[in-house]
């Protein structure tokens, strides 16, 4: 039984069994009671011409990520890490073949055949066994592990990372994922009861090109009269709508932006939200983090060529220095919405910055809530009447969920009560959870182990 019904049965059980709490109840939290301590790491890194500093930013500061997994219980989780490009060529979803070619051989940002289509990269690193990295326990339980590699993890992955900037400029960042995890060339990536995490590193939104529309890239007058000029707002006016709702985007700042679900061009964003969860039949065991530029500011220049006719270029939303000189990058609409589809199982953090620490910090605290039983929050909860007892008093309930047929949900008391069963509390520390503000985790205590089939649903109240 998927924990997507039991997840329903949670949330009837949390609404019913406290009459303590009032108002709308957000999940904050779905613990499994047994985690595994596997987890496949595929990094989606954009390749298009500006990225080589934001690929060194990444690798430099990788490290960062692989101490935060390394700090729980346990030590560094069974890991495989791949790294894909968001170079899927002149292709669309379906088509048998790709588009035109887009820019002569050679010129970065072109867009040639399939592009890297989700093969995994591993640039300089020497691998044995596969395209990824793979380092797990060694079963004897003395802490010694089996890698595929020689010489240190970061160096490692900063090898793979490189990959360059000359991909295409049409970045499809969700089919290269989609395709990075069906690709038969990554086989043994994908481990059937591995958690899975998908860090996305661009400076521009995605633009995965839908069914049957490798026409996308064509560069003709009639082409460019019904789709616009052939250069990366194509993607914009076609892939994003904002209110108003004017495919020119004619406007200095849009609101509400979002992607365009019903473009005949550019794919919506659920599907590929759908396909990352079907993998795993389970959305606990999925997360998502994004290093890209924020969503807003949203605004469109018209810009003047050498003919009087005015060009729509998409504002950046952010800019900043770097040793290589100023950079930038644009409203990423698209893969906000995305990371935005996995609440509790996501982190976005802006690519506008020559230190990229605190992202990939971030990061790995997420990815180790896939693998720890006691995760941090990484939403604002509001606090309860403390005016009867002294505290922190988050307002949350938790429910046991038990895969039974039917699912069979337990309430589950405080531990600040005077219950001696199973308890759950929210409990401060900046030590595991240094990156949220509030810096609040769930623990679970227990009288006894809980069965495989276990997880913890922790609802509460958000602030406002």
Known sequence: MSRTTLLAVAVLAACGA???????????????????????????????????????????????????LSATPGGLPDVHI????????????????PGPDVGGAGTPGGCFGSGDNGALQVGSAQL?????????????GSG????????????????MAAVGENGCGFEQHLRAMQAGLANPANAGFLRDDADLAVVIVADEDDCSVGSNDATFFADDPITDAQLGRLDSYRCTQLGVVCDPDDPTHAHDHEQNCRPRADSPYIEDVQPFV??????????????????????????????????PTLIPTLE???????????AWADPAVRLAAFANSFPGRATATSICSDDLSGALSDIGGVAADLVVGDPCLTTTVALADTSSAPG??????ASDVHALNPPVATDLPSCDSDAATDCFAIVADPTACPGNPDHLRVQVRRSRPASDDTFTHVQCQLAH
């Open 18 to 68: 406290h009459d303590i709490v009032v108002g709308d109840l957000a999940t904050v939290a779905d613990i499994p009671a047994r985690p595994t301590r596997d987890i496949d790491l595929l990094f989606v890194v954009d390749n298009s011409p500006s990225m080589a500093t934001k690929q060194r930013a990444l690798a430099a500061n990788f490290p960062l990520m692989v101490d935060a």
């Open 82 to 97: 791949g790294v894909v490009t968001s170079d899927m060529g002149a292709t669309s979803a379906n088509d048998a073949a």
């Open 128 to 140: 044995v066994g596969g395209p990824f990295i793979s380092d797990v326990d060694d079963g004897a």
């Open 144 to 159: 010694g592990r089996v890698r595929n590699y020689s010489g240190d993890l970061g160096d490692v992955f900063a090898q």
């Open 274 to 307: 759908d396909s990352l969860v079907s993998l795993k039949g389970d959305p606990a065991q999925v997360m998502v983090a994004t290093i890209v530029a924020p969503a807003t500011p949203f605004g469109v220049d018209l810009e003047s060529a050498s003919d």
């Open 316 to 326: 950046h939303s952010c800019t900043f220095d770097t040793p290589d000189g100023p």
């Open 392 to 397: 922190l008093q988050p307002a949350c309930v």
